[in-house]
């Protein structure tokens, strides 16, 4: 696709607090996800499986491992002479001070220079920390054909999860009427997935109208869409069906990992034609000892299981001891669980050591226990 | 510090049944998602060897896209490169197949290297090795040419088409054909440094000797001219020359210890991703004692085994001391025991395909048992 008509921004600011220890040193989107992923590789994914070339990523928040690692453009292929993928944190300018992301709307606004290089005609704005599968060409080419001034991906929620989401009410012909924030009393199911064209002219010009709007919360949801709305421009909703998750809590972390265990879940990571990158491990295959049980895990390469890994997601590099057993579990990139432990119900962030016959977790938990240091 | 480059050569003097009717050694599968010549590739890299010619005699397609841009093996893009050395017309028989022939075609290409030295290793053997660390001590030793050998004590058993040195000390007196008749040998791994102009001048000594000289051949005609040292190596080992040595080099790496020899963390072997998803394994499976790749779907049981990337395994169907390369599928209830299956087979419902572990099966790619 050629730049001119579509550039796609990632927001890649956020801490995700909810995710409590496993985001003090990284941000949400650099969190691993899936045994061999980050969650940022699957918009980079989809931008670069859409024919997307350039994609600016918006950082902020504990930037350095998610900008160092997203500025390998090649681990998507977005490395071809006219594509790349550009790490673009907050910045000192001639013009002004050097001031953080004050919201969503704010960090476009903040590198209107950068977007104006390329002259886009029509803006993807994303966010780094959901994990789903999407063409954004079918999008553009719905949001061209409705002649939209903003086109909005929603899917269908349940009426008690409408609550906690931006919702769209819509009429017939899925122009947007009206948008409501996490309603009390949601007059529609259809959620906003974060995921915005805009045209790119249009959009400019509120931006810019925006920035020194004392009232502003500088934001897409609070701000953007409202004054769209307001000014009686077009917006559209691109029904979404599939899988979309936006991971906020340790529970939907793993819950969203524990998804993969069904054969027939709606992501389907082994689907050749929509492959979602990755940087890839010096690894051996996953190594399963004479006296391991594996029974119902998603493996990946690097991995050792000398021991018990039941309904359980093992990433690279993660290592079960003899006689230990992980059940009902996440075992983040090279966690160790030593000989005799035994690991229920957790999550066990990046690189922890889980002892010598150490038990953490309960097989009737609430909520699953996030273990972020060594035990 | 002495600074060389790199050759591999294309080991087509080996053959190995039915799998290299479809690519060369150097592009086997090897251990689920490695490739052979990947092995000798980052031994190179990991040694700070970044200009690398790979020489090529047949069955070019599979070992182009293993080695693409050469940017998997962390060679650095702008000082260093990998170099394809084809040969520039067909040979009218096998026997011109020799180093020193693809050599000589490609001969513009191997003086315009700017390094004083040059490594060579073959494209056919999975060991570890420090390529720096032999330069640097070839340099000091002032020896016209060094050479690693392996000692052996199934010298009987395998290394058929292999040569043994001579050993006189650590001075090289002979490099001959194995005869195979004997346990204890000292195999020549085929891996050498020199001077770029020493291996010039045996280039062309080889030419006024015979026309079917291999490297190894030329340097045992002149042992007496040249100062020959040999180093040992030492830790895991494996040619593949035949489908049976194939087959152990795999399986042997079950064991543990035999693996921590050739896989550090300190030295990456690398190899081109395909981006498959982790293996999913399902409640009723049962594996043991095994390595499987990534992107498999697995039902059944897996023992002492190796699976490749893709591969499916279903309901009941069992897989006992076998090489299930990439992609394959092996449907409910199938047996394989004692087999290498090669890439795309299907191995349908209910088949049993067994050998004896003295004689080990093939299973040709694409086929449907």
Sequence with gaps: MKQNELLAMILAGGRGSRLHDLTNKVAKPAVAYGGKYRIIDFPLSNCANSGIDVVGVLTQYESVLLGSYAAKGGLWGLDTKDSGVYVLPPREKADTGLDVYRGTADAITQNIDFIDNYDPEHLLVLSGDHIYKMDYDKMLEYHKEQGATATIAVMPVTLEEATRFGIMITDDENKIIDFEEKPAHPRSTLASMGIYIFDWKKLRALLIKDKDDPDS?????????????????????????????????????????????????????????????????????????????????????????????????????????????????????????????????????DNVTISKDAVVGEADSKNILLVAQDV | MAKAFGIITSSAEHKVEGMQNYRSIGA??????????????????????????????????????????????????KRGNIQLCFPNESMVSAIYNTNINAFIENLDKLKEQHE???????????????????????????????????????????????????????????????????????????????TKDQLLALIEQAQAISSIYSLADVINAKIGDLDVRAVEHTGFFAPITSLKAYYRANTALLDSEKADTLFDSKWPIYTRTTDSCPTQFFSGSEIKHSYISNGCLIKGTVQDSIIGRGVTIGKGAVVKNSVILAYTKIEDGAVIENQVVDKHSVITAGTKVVSDPDTIGYVRKRDIL
Aim: a negative charge.
């Design chain 1, 217 to 349: 919360d500088h934001d897409f949801g609070n701000n953007i869409i409202p004054a769209l709305l307001n000014g009686g421009e077009k917006l559209v909703a691109y029904k979404f069906e599939g899988y979309w998750k936006d991971v906020g809590t340790i529970d939907s972390l793993w819950e969203a990992n524990m998804d993969l265990l069904d054969e027939n879940n709606d992501l389907n990571l082994n689907d050749p034609k929509w492959r979602i990158y990755t940087e890839d491990a010096a690894a051996l295959p996953a190594y399963i000892g004479p006296d391991a049980t594996v029974d119902n895990a998603y493996i990946t390469q690097g991995c050792s299981v000398c021991g018990l890994a039941k309904n359980s997601v093992i990433f690279t590099g993660a290592k079960i001891g003899e006689g230990a057993k992980v059940i009902d579990s996440v075992l983040m990139p090279g966690v160790t669980v030593e000989p005799g432990a035994v690991v229920t119900r957790a999550l066990v962030a």
């Design chain 2, 116 to 194: 004083e030295y040059v490594v060579i290793a073959p494209s056919c053997m999975v060991f570890k090795q420090d390529f720096d660390a032999f330069l640097q001590d070839h340099a000091k030793s002032g020896a016209d040419v060094s050479v690693l050998y392996h000692k052996v004590t199934d010298g009987k058993t395998d290394y058929n088409h292999m040569n043994v040195v001579q050993l006189d000390g650590n001075r090289v007196t002979g490099i001959t054909p194995d005869l195979c008749d004997k346990d204890e040998e000292n195999i020549c791994m085929e891996c050498y440094v020199m």
């Design chain 2, 28 to 77: 086997f599968s090897f251990l689920g998602r490695y490739r052979i010549i990947d092995f000798p590739i980052s031994n190179m890299s990991n040694s700070n060897i970044d200009r690398i010619q790979v020489y090529i005699s047949s069955n070019p397609r599979s070992i182009v896209s293993t080695i693409g841009t050469g940017r998997h093996y962390n060679i650095n893009s």
